[in-house]
């Protein structure tokens, strides 16, 4: 393998990286959370179940008569699915230096001290999905 070759397959193999989503404003995060209404299991499973219509997937009874069991083994996945990102999943998050800010109020023989910091070390965060 020559030089050229050790060049393209690098170049090959950085061209197959996703770019990462695009990073949105804070404050545009948070507020847009709180209008978020959770996961639902029904909601969930009616959206795939129209999926599966369009793609020409048969949810209703099977030609014989016989019950299609398509939409209740999709609950059942869906439920489960969901159960385990409410109740075990864990999320981690880690933060920048200098990127959280903290205020303390505080007095001593002088008078009233406020105290303004920052984050000196990268910090941790765990949170949980609803």
């Given at each position: 393998m020559?030089?050229?070759?050790?060049c393209?397959?690098?170049?090959?193999?950085?061209?197959r990286?996703?770019?990462?989503f695009p990073?949105?404003?804070?404050?545009l995060l948070?507020?847009s959370?709180?209008?978020?209404?959770?996961?639902?299991?029904?909601?969930?499973?009616?959206?795939?179940?129209k999926?599966?219509?369009?793609?020409?997937?048969?949810?209703g009874?099977?030609?014989?008569?016989?019950?299609?069991?398509?939409?209740?083994?999709?609950?059942?996945?869906?439920?489960?699915?969901h159960?385990a990102l409410?109740?075990?999943?864990s999320i981690?998050?880690g933060?920048?230096?200098?990127t959280?800010?903290?205020?303390?109020?505080?007095?001593?023989?002088?008078?009233?001290?406020?105290?303004?910091?920052?984050n000196?070390?990268?910090?941790?965060?765990?949170?949980?999905?609803?």
């Amino acid at each position: 393998m020559g030089i050229e070759q050790i060049c393209q397959t690098i170049s090959n193999y950085f061209e197959r990286i996703r770019t990462p989503f695009p990073q949105l404003s804070r404050i545009l995060l948070v507020c847009s959370m709180i209008r978020r209404p959770g996961l639902s299991t029904i909601q969930s499973v009616s959206n795939i179940v129209k999926d599966l219509n369009r793609l020409g997937i048969p949810t209703g009874p099977m030609p014989d008569g016989s019950p299609n069991l398509t939409v209740a083994f999709t609950f059942a996945n869906t439920k489960e699915q969901h159960r385990a990102l409410k109740f075990d999943a864990s999320i981690q998050v880690g933060m920048q230096p200098g990127t959280m800010a903290s205020v303390g109020y505080g007095a001593n023989a002088g008078g009233p001290v406020t105290v303004i910091s920052t984050n000196t070390t990268p910090s941790m965060g765990f949170g949980k999905m609803d």
